[in-house]
């Protein structure tokens, strides 16, 4: 075991636990060694039969050891530790998210080289087991999108500037006092979300290439707007794969409130799949934590103990090859804009969006520190086109601030509203 933190610490717990389960489906599982940083920490924990080390290389070449787990983190040690107990045909499962995603090719040509398998269900949303669905129950299903709320500490930002009204900097105070901030959320969902699409579609883009925004841009009058709006805003995830190729994105959008993500609130996760065969299919489970981590490791042991040949890495393999990587900025969505105007222009505002070739679907307006915002969601148009739009916005006169936009998460708001509308009202939204 390399790591006895959090998760490591957990697994610690769950083994014995688990003892006499293991015993009655006819294997035992004995820790032998653990390698971390500070042997002399009390972890609370019984390690009186492991060697304890320093050393995660030693334990990784250790030739008393059949499998290697990774819950230690980082990425030089870590891959080559993973990468060296491969490469003599032991098999490695890893939670260990930030080196799969960065180092994929290398824990691949070390798998095939020593023969031996890889698992990492904890790496892409802890407890939710999207890897053995996508890996194996869907197998061979035709997927246009995966997406999800995948980052626990802006997932808690964004819920507490909702519920306490504040800014991004109160909110990121909470979250550090209690212990929920990461270095980096943005590419820790970045990290997820290039597991998720190599096992979705078989294609791997690396973190680096994953286009990021993340959430600090995000003001407490673009939170009151969305939810006047009837949406959320969260940070989410999203793998596409169209005609001309597939497109990685992380970033705050605005998810409509009857949709599941939108109610997906603290340390939960949710991940939904979408393919022209079956439509949509939604999972949602504890995303990070002690337990929940630790016992999504001890399911992937457990497998790999059960089926000897099982490994995540390659994985199945798809006749069409490596996906290109399509061009974002003829990506079309729904926008979301935020104007500061004054309140007796905001319909003059409302028309000449029209003027700039912006459809607007809804429009709210809030007051917020002495000042109005007027709030839209448009119509699908390409991206490029919002972006020279809100150049000549910003231009206008009456509108103080710089205009600011955010991505909606699905490119068929004008379905929702007329959905919305003929059930309750039973007529069309008048456009
Ligand atoms: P922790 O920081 O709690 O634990 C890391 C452990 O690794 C510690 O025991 C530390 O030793 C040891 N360690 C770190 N570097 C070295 C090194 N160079 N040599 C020897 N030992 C080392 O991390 P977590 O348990 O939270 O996370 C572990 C992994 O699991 C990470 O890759 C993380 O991304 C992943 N993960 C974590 C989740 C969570 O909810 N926590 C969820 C999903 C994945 P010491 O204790 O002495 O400092």
């Known amino acids: 075991l390399l790591g006895c ?43 009186s039969n492991v060697e304890v080390t320093t050393d995660p290389m030693a334990v990784a070449n250790d030739p008393a050891i059949d499998m290697l787990v990774e819950v230690m983190g980082g990425n030089d040690i870590a891959v080559e530790a993973g990468c060296a107990a491969l490469t003599r045909g032991i098999p490695l499962v890893s939670a260990n998210k930030s080196a799969l995603a960065r180092s994929m090719g290398r824990y691949v040509e070390a798998a095939k080289q020593g023969g031996a398998g890889i698992c990492f269900e904890s790496a892409a949303a802890a407890h939710i087991p999207i890897i053995e669905v996508l890996d194996r129950s869907l197998a061979c299903e035709e997927l246009t999108l995966i997406k999800g709320v995948i980052n626990g500490s802006t997932n ?22 209690k212990g929920f901030t990461e270095a980096d959320p943005t590419l820790d969902a970045a990290e997820k979300l290039t597991l998720l699409a190599f096992k979705a579609f078989g294609a791997y883009v690396p973190p680096a290439q994953v286009h990021t925004e993340g959430v600090t841009r995000i003001s407490q009058v673009d939170i009151r707007l969305a939810l006047e709006l009837n949406h959320r805003i969260k940070l989410v995830a999203a793998a596409r794969r169209g005609e001309d190729g597939i497109s990685l994105r992380v970033h705050p959008a605005l998810v409509h409130r009857g949709e599941l993500l939108a109610d997906v609130d603290s340390e939960f996760n949710a991940i939904i799949l979408e393919g022209p065969g079956f439509k949509e299919m939604t999972f949602l489970g504890k995303g990070a934590g002690e337990l929940p981590t630790a016992s999504a490791v001890l399911n992937d042991i457990v497998k790999m ?127």
């Not at 610690?12 to 820790?31: C, E, I, S």
């Open 5 to 47: 933190g959090v998760v490591g610490g957990g697994l610690v717990k769950l083994l014995a636990k688990h003892r006499p389960d293991f015993r009655t489906n006819g294997f035992d599982l004995q820790l032998s060694h653990v390698a971390v940083r500070d042997p002399d920490k009390d972890r609370g924990i019984d390690l």
């Open 156 to 177: 808690y930002i964004l819920t507490f500037m909702e519920r306490a009204g504040c800014e991004y900097e109160e909110a990121l105070k909470d979250a550090a006092a």
């Open 305 to 431: 103990i059960r089926q000897p040949g099982t490994s995540t890495l390659p994985g199945f393999k798809r006749a069409s090859g490596q996906a290109e990587l399509a061009d974002t900025s003829a990506l079309k969505l729904c926008y979301f804009l935020r104007l500061q105007v004054d309140p007796a222009r905001a319909n003059d505002m409302l028309t000449a969006l029209g003027g700039l070739g912006l459809d607007v679907l809804s429009h709210a307006q809030v007051e917020h520190d002495d000042a109005n915002y007027l709030g839209v969601i448009t119509d699908v148009i390409e991206e490029s086109r919002m972006m020279s739009a809100l150049t000549e916005l910003g231009k206008m006169e009456g509108v103080g601030q710089t205009p600011v936009f955010l991505r909606l998460d699905k490119d068929n708001y004008r379905d929702i509203v007329e959905r919305e509308q003929s059930t309750y009202f039973g007529t069309s939204l008048e456009r």
